[in-house]
């Protein structure tokens, strides 16, 4: 019976019902912008691991993620069965990290991932107890390796240039350090307000218009839930982000000023696909800084008046009248909204099948 008590307690304590982990989601999103996004002891210990290995400038090489990892005495080895639910995986006895087949040389996500992971050491990261310390610790690891992939040094001398010039690019920054579109837009939230002295909003949204990430400490108005979560809601169809969409050539940035209740923005949105959808980033500034970015000379602009249902939910008159009442359809329902995140040491990762992978490859060690 105690056994069972203890069973039933450890599921408590690993499981988070989908309200559970918007509530944890939506605190760790108003506590960070109370900070303006920036963590300066991550900073501090990124760069100096950066420094370390000799790196300068450009974009951080395999090799010295390598050696980072060397230096905490681990080997990065890439494998292609790595459990289905993970993205890395770190043999503590046997001193190695296992990363998904370096089959794209270059490739942005496998820096990425192997900073992760070295970051769970270096911040000294222990097993979460609660789906809250869970969510800090991949914003800790996420924030590391974007801090060591775009250093502090570097990136805020290259955006203090850009901003003298009156030319800062989401692209640009991109390019000079070798990372994706997102990454750069998440990187430039770090750091704008506090070393550059700009207020921003950061928005990655789905085709459908559903925000997947959201960021603002410029005051415009996210849509949010009855709980303040921004994740699934739909932004407006004349924000940038859902217009870029109806683009033709999405080659390029697309630059557009809106107006809102809340004050006129300027936006920049870039579109791309994953694997399963398309969606767009979009960085957005209050007209007023506007005039230290590229693109502000667009002539795009449009009004928003959410959350009126009026602005873009509600159909026109003639199309309201002309099918009310003769239309019918069966809406997607996404699996999570029902079901439990899952349980597990680490959550959504299977024990079983990280325990078997373990076991697996540490006997090819002992081979």
């Known amino acids: ?22 509530r944890a989601n939506t605190e760790l999103r108003h506590h960070m912008r ?23 400038t ?10 980072m990892a060397k230096k905490l005495g681990f080997e990065l080895v890439h494998v292609n069965d790595l459990p289905h639910s993970a993205r890395s995986v770190t043999d503590l006895e046997n001193g190695r990290i ?19 992971a070295i970051a769970h050491r270096l911040l000294a990261h222990e097993v979460p107890q609660t789906y809250a310390q869970f969510l800090q610790q991949r914003l800790e690891i996420n924030y590391f390796a974007a801090a060591c992939l775009m250093p502090r040094d570097q990136s805020v001398a290259f955006l203090q240039q850009a901003k003298t010039d009156r030319n800062i690019a989401v692209e640009d920054f ?18 704008a307000t506090s070393h550059l002295d700009l207020t921003l909003h950061f928005l990655r949204v789905g085709d459908d218009g559903a925000v997947y990430k959201a960021y603002e400490n410029d005051g415009l108005r996210l849509p949010v839930d009855v709980t303040g979560s921004v994740e699934g809601q739909l ?16 080659t390029t940035e697309f630059y557009q000023y809106t107006d809102t209740p ?11 696909t994953s694997a399963s959808d398309e969606f767009s980033i979009t960085v957005g500034v209050p007209f007023a800084q506007s005039k230290f970015f590229r693109g502000r000379e667009t002539t795009h602009r449009r009004t928003s008046t959410c959350p009126d249902p009026a602005c873009c939910k509600r159909p026109s008159g003639d199309l309201a009248s002309r099918w009310h009442g003769k239309a019918w359809t069966s809406a997607k329902l996404h699996a999570h909204i029902l ?21 697996a490859h540490a006997e090819r060690v002992d081979d």
């Open 262 to 272: 809340e004050g006129t923005f300027w936006e920049s949105t870039q579109t791309g």
């Open 34 to 56: 109370t900070l303006d996004n920036y963590l300066p002891d991550i900073e501090e210990l990124a760069q100096r691991t950066v420094s370390e290995t000799g790196h300068t």
């Open 1 to 22: 019976m105690h056994e069972h008590r203890e069973l039933v307690q450890r599921e408590r304590q690993t499981i988070a019902t989908p309200e559970e982990a918007r």
């Open 174 to 191: 991109r390019d000079a350090f070798g990372v994706t579109h997102e990454a750069a837009a998440l990187r430039l939230t770090n750091l």
């Open 235 to 250: 932004v407006c169809r004349n924000w940038s982000a859902r217009v870029a969409f109806t683009r033709t050539n999405r």
């Open 339 to 359: 079901s439990p995140l899952p349980s597990g040491t680490f959550p959504g990762v299977d024990d079983q099948e990280l325990y078997r992978f373990l076991e």
């Open 98 to 116: 296992y990363l998904p087949p370096a089959s794209i040389p270059g490739g942005h996500g496998l820096r990425s991932m192997a900073l992760q």
């Open 58 to 67: 450009g974009a951080l090489t395999h090799r010295e993620v390598g050696l």
